[in-house]
């Protein structure tokens, strides 16, 4: 864009490169005892606009490329020299859009590159308003900078249209092709219609995230968390394998964790899944993020059956609620009165599809997770399945600072205390314990009575979304629990007087695994456990963020209850399984065919990971009421004209007994 075409910006698009800076960047500074912020790899490029509106005054007695200059040198002293990061600029060279070049005017201005901090000062003192606004181009050698491999993030800054071919949206849809770990972040600074809509297509065909900005103070306040978000993105982990199109010849999977892709039919994808112990518990968890753009609800299938096709346990994952909506099903061979195959068979069958929502589903990535359990000695003296649990009061300490995940991979493991942090509308945020034989978990999140601005900000009313997710993906809030502050459930009201929101879980004891619903069997084993938090997020919302502070406590005393197994047999389940993570990306990339994800690449493991392995598996969050309501009525009419288990997740408990929800007839054979 030029000076001769009348853009409108304001001072606070300058602060905005500077947060954007800080923000990718600040994920790679901020300290905690309790969460390891360095990067687990990757680059990243911050692509920024040099066009000729940047000489206007800023409305401080300064220009607007003074402001932006003063604001990043100040971002560039708090970079690490770990830190891989460059600088692109685009329309800093040629002045009209009628001359050679302008529309491939665009820099690297900076080599991505660690200990480059003079390399970056310098550049910002240099960087001058000048000519046309070629996005499009400009990103496509941004996608160059960073390379083929590894995980990459682009970040463009922009408040308008792009003036030059080619069309920024269809190259954020190519980009894409080139794996699940490269993605593009947007924050529009007051833009709105055709620009507005443009710079969201990027976001969506980028799997990326899309903030407007619209003063200086929404933008400081959203500086934390958009931090965490570049450099943690959610990302699927896992050995790569192949279903197979039929029982026959489908791979024979171990315990372990794998993922895999949806396919763009209704054809359900197949694993053989071999027994290693003598009538051991075999369970296995699937999850997915929803593709952008995607149905109402999209809603897969998880079936776990014998040889002969007799159905042992099966779910039904569920997505919803925008970009945001991630989905787990598990399904498990302890069946009680079920077939005996179930418990006794040398393989199982496990079948993965994704429902009737297959077109928007194909080459949707998704993390399979396989544990085994050998069978007890004896159950005649360990405790029966646990009560409703009471809620114990926590007392009051002084929070810790922490950094959240923003996938599972990379959650903070903590131990009992509290812990403050901010949070951002629409961003998920994640969070590990240990939790052993007869103890349960008690979270509690709490957002103070917010300032003016925040207020303003929330324009009404939110809702703060909690679930407690076991190693495996059930969900496990313990929905007739006594004395819980605020209202149990996964969903609490979030007004400018703040909101408490607080779920625990039933105690863990081997014979939970007998209950009706996932808050039972979901609890049948000790191991890691998540936390996962969420506010709603709004069409045209600003990058603003609400302080909150995390209070979670283990009840009971560790060993109570602990099983003896046969043979002195371990469990290859919960925190004992260390999952090799994916290579390669396990999407399609053939050019062309139009696929899209949401999910990121690899994770490689973290130093203070322990034995745990972090389980890429979580419900969808946030929603109105509405949503909720339109979605109950959906998944009622849907019953009604099939009959079938519950969904799987934390959205809802199943409403039948046995695994998985299932009712107690056998549901047709598939």
């Known amino acids: 864009m030029t000076t001769h075409q009348g853009h409108r910006r304001r001072p606070a698009v300058w602060a905005l490169l500077a947060i954007t800076l800080t923000a990718v960047l600040a994920g790679l500074t901020t300290g905690s005892a309790l969460a390891d912020p360095a990067p687990s790899g990757g680059k990243l490029v911050l692509v920024l606009d040099s066009s000729g509106s940047m000489q206007e005054p800023a409305g401080d007695g300064q220009t607007k490329i003074a402001a932006a200059r003063t604001a990043l040198t100040q971002v560039v002293t708090k970079l690490p020299t770990a830190a891989e990061v460059g600088l692109r600029v685009y329309g800093a060279t040629v002045f009209k859009r009628t001359q050679p070049g302008a529309c491939t005017d665009t820099q690297l201005t900076v080599p991505i590159g660690t200990n480059n901090r003079p390399q970056l000062q310098a550049a910002i003192a240099k960087y001058k308003p000048y000519g046309e606004t070629p996005i499009g181009y400009a990103l496509q050698q941004a996608a160059k900078d960073l390379g083929p491999v590894g995980q990459r993030t682009i970040v463009l800054v922009s408040d308008g249209e792009a003036t030059c071919a080619p069309d920024p949206c269809v190259v954020a849809q190519s980009i894409a092709k080139q794996g699940i770990d490269l993605k593009i972040d947007v924050v529009g600074f007051r833009v709105a219609g055709k620009a507005r809509t443009q710079l969201q297509c990027v976001a969506r065909e980028g799997r990326g995230d899309y903030y407007d900005a619209d003063s200086t103070i929404d933008l400081e306040a959203g500086l934390d968390r958009l931090s965490t978000r570049a450099f943690r993105p959610f990302r699927i982990s896992g ?36 027994r290693t112990m003598a009538k051991s518990t075999l369970r296995a968890g699937v999850s997915f993020r929803r593709p952008s753009g995607g149905s109402f609800v999209l809603k897969a299938e998880v079936f776990l059956k014998t040889i002969g096709g007799e159905n042992c346990g099966w779910s039904y994952p569920l997505a919803f609620d925008g970009d945001q909506g991630v989905a787990t099903g598990a399904a498990s061979s302890w069946t009680g009165d079920y077939p005996k195959g179930c418990s006794t068979d040398d393989q199982l069958v496990l079948t993965v599809s994704a429902g009737d929502a297959f077109r928007e589903m194909k080459g949707v990535p998704y993390e399979l997770r396989v544990d085994e359990e050998p069978p007890v000695e004896s159950t005649t003296q360990l405790p029966p399945e646990a009560d409703d649990p009471t809620w114990t009061p926590m007392p009051g300490v002084t929070p810790q600072a922490i950094v959240p995940g923003s996938s599972f991979a990379d959650a903070p493991l903590i131990t009992p205390g509290s812990f403050k942090t901010t949070l951002m509308p629409g961003e998920v945020q994640l969070y590990r314990i240990k939790a052993d034989w007869g103890q349960r978990i008690q979270a509690q999140a709490t957002v103070p009575k917010l300032g003016a601005a925040t207020a303003k900000a929330i324009d009404g009313i939110r809702y703060l979304d ?48 007998d209950g009706a619903n996932t808050m039972d069997k979901g609890t049948a084993m000790p191991g890691e456990y998540y936390i996962a938090l969420s506010v709603t997020r709004k069409d045209d919302d600003k990058a603003f963020a609400i302080p909150m502070t995390l209070t979670v406590a283990l009840e009971g005393t560790a060993g109570t209850g602990k099983p003896t197994y046969v043979d002195g047999a371990t469990p290859v389940s919960g925190d004992s399984i260390t999952p090799t993570p994916t290579a390669t990306p396990s999407v399609s990339e053939t050019p062309g065919d139009g696929s899209k994800t949401e999910a990121g690449g690899p994770v490689q493991g973290r130093a203070d990971s322990g034995d745990g392995t972090p389980v890429g598996l979580i419900a969808g969050l946030g929603g109105g009421g509405l949503l909720l309501l339109l979605i109950g009525v959906l998944l009622v009419l849907r019953l009604r004209a099939k009959p079938a288990p519950a969904a799987g997740g934390w959205h809802g408990q199943p409403p039948y007994p046995g695994q998985g929800g299932q009712p107690p007839q056998q549901p047709p054979h598939r």
């Open 466 to 513: 909690m679930g407690l997710i076991s190693p495996l993906g059930e969900d496990v809030i313990a929905t007739f629990a006594k004395q819980v502050p605020g209202n149990v459930g996964r969903r609490g009201v979030l007004t400018k007087d703040g909101v408490v929101k607080a779920n625990t879980t039933k105690e863990i004891r081997y014979l939970n695994r």
């Open 239 to 274: 050995t790569p394998v192949q279903g197979g199109p039929q029982q026959e010849g489908a791979p024979t999977l171990a315990p372990g964790h794998y993922s895999d892709t949806f396919v763009n039919d209704q054809t359900a994808k197949y694993y053989l899944l071999k």
